[in-house]
């Protein structure tokens, strides 16, 4: 059983994370000095471009990396937990009682030739000592939470037999059946259509305040992140590039690369037919990351200092840090207005 997690401790504390995979020719570096702290009950989404590190950061909290071919630097500590000194066992224990996940796509994380309901019933009765027949109470109570119609038949139905937000909605009432402290959501959204993304997006944001998780939500999406998180870091090439509360970090962006994403997306105030804002050129290679900032051939304030050594990490306000040489001289364009109600 996990003890119970000290009122001053945060939930998931990571310092100088780093991630390298060395099964290819040249080892890579996913994540580079990560370091980040999640309070109990608070969500924080990480968002940037695919390939900045999200998932990767999100995955080493259930060490779910190959170990043979992953070398892994830095502390991980998850409610009181040295997660990188768990042996086999203790780590079969923490993933889905501690911390569980919701993964992109839940037709390839959850298991065809099984039903729903007996991959749930399963998953409980690994984790507490109770009958098939609790287990199975259980599950049909967790079914009825995230509100999935005829919950009793649906138990019975296998993943290829439900659409694309049943299937999530049950991935969410795996992920919550052995009461876990902290929830991962790896782009819970993505492969849904705009109705349904908002009806999760509200359920998980509903579930998480019922049951005071901690979440870590994962998304190239800023709108989705506003609607859900308390707070937002952004990731560019293995690196947080701008940390701060949501309000903050939308009203008040400090980095390039974080204007440059609230630029390139639709908003209200757009013109019809006004053509989308990019971001020139293209991310890093991940096996040579330069020496200095990784964002600085794509950014029009480069200068020869951010190309030479890594910019150091400004505190901009209480909470609110951007990792630039350029944050008090930034020419800010306002992005428009997000279409939220969270701000």
């Known amino acids: ?199 999760i997006l509200l359920l998980l944001r509903e579930l998480q305040r019922d049951l005071g998780l901690s979440v870590i939500f994962v998304t190239h999406d800023i709108g989705a992140a506003v609607e859900v998180a308390d707070r937002i870091a952004v990731m560019y090439a293995g690196r947080i590039v701008e940390e701060g509360s949501a309000r903050d970090l939308i009203r008040h962006p400090r980095h390039p690369y974080t204007i440059a994403l609230l630029q390139s997306r639709a908003h209200g105030a757009m013109a019809r037919g006004t053509p989308l804002e990019t971001i020139a050129g293209a991310p890093p290679d991940l096996s040579a990351l330069p020496p200095g900032c990784a964002f600085a051939e794509r950014c029009g304030l480069a200068t020869a200092a951010c190309r030479a050594q890594q910019p150091p990490v400004v505190d901009i306000a209480p909470g609110h840090r951007a990792r630039c040489l350029h944050t008090d001289a930034v020419a800010l364009h306002p992005p428009g207005p997000l279409t939220t109600t969270a701000l």
């Open 1 to 199: 059983m996990t003890p119970p997690l000290p009122s001053n401790e945060p939930m998931v504390v990571l310092r100088d994370l780093s991630v390298t995979f060395t099964g290819g020719r040249k080892p890579v570096q996913a994540v580079s000095g990560v370091s980040l702290q999640v309070q109990r009950g608070e969500v924080l989404a990480l968002i940037g471009e695919s390939g900045s590190g999200k998932s990767v950061t999100l995955r080493t909290l259930l060490r779910l990396h190959p170990e043979r071919r992953t070398r892994l630097g830095g502390e991980v500590r998850v409610a009181g937990q040295d997660l990188l000194a768990l042996s086999g066992r203790q780590l079969a224990d923490y993933r889905g009682k501690v911390t569980s996940m919701i993964f992109q796509e839940p037709l390839l994380a959850l298991d065809p030739v099984y039903s729903v309901g007996a991959q749930i019933v399963e998953s409980i009765r690994r984790h507490e000592d109770v009958t098939a027949a609790e287990a199975q109470q259980r599950a049909l109570a967790l079914f009825e939470r995230v509100r999935i119609p005829s919950p009793e038949r649906r138990l019975q139905a296998y993943p290829h037999e439900m659409s694309g937000g049943m299937r999530q909605r049950a991935m969410i009432a795996l992920a919550l059946a052995c009461r876990p402290q902290l929830l991962l959501a790896d782009e819970p959204t993505t492969a849904l259509d705009a109705t349904v993304q908002i009806q």
